[in-house]
């Protein structure tokens, strides 16, 4: 009996863990320097008050992964120039469209693109 109350603990401990991890996303890009080298940082954005299944959730989602990412991929201090605005840009659009992917919500996905 008291093992097979452990095995319903660890079951439900299982799947509050799965919901939780369904209802956020690591956002990760290679943040570019002025130096050339990239450093890897990530952050986990929370969307649980959000469907990403429909129309609207989905927009706020993206709105939510963009300022994110852009925050992320700009984090690197350094100094401005072109050439680091776009190593910015395209880390963060690689960063929005891969957290995208990884939530696997189609109208996310189309929204990214």
């Known amino acids: 009996m008291k093992r097979s109350l452990v095995a319903v ?8 863990q799965a919901a939780a991890a369904a209802t956020s ?3 990760s890009g290679l943040t570019p320097t002025l130096g050339g080298d990239k450093v890897k940082k990530q952050v986990v954005v929370k969307y649980d008050d959000l469907n990403p ?8 989602l993206f709105s ?5 990412a852009t925050a992320l991929c700009s984090s690197n201090p350094g100094g401005k120039g072109e050439m680091l605005a776009e190593k910015v840009e395209k880390c963060r659009v690689e960063a929005v469209t891969q957290a995208a992917k ?7 996905v189309a929204i990214a693109k």
Not at 9 to 16: I, M, R
Not at 64 to 68: C, G, Y
């Open 9 to 16: 603990v660890f079951a439900a401990a299982a799947l509050v």
């Open 64 to 68: 939510r992964l963009n300022l994110v």
């Open 53 to 60: 299944a429909d129309k609207q959730g989905a927009q706020a």
């Open 102 to 108: 990884d939530i696997g919500s189609s109208e996310l």
């Open 25 to 27: 996303v690591e956002v």
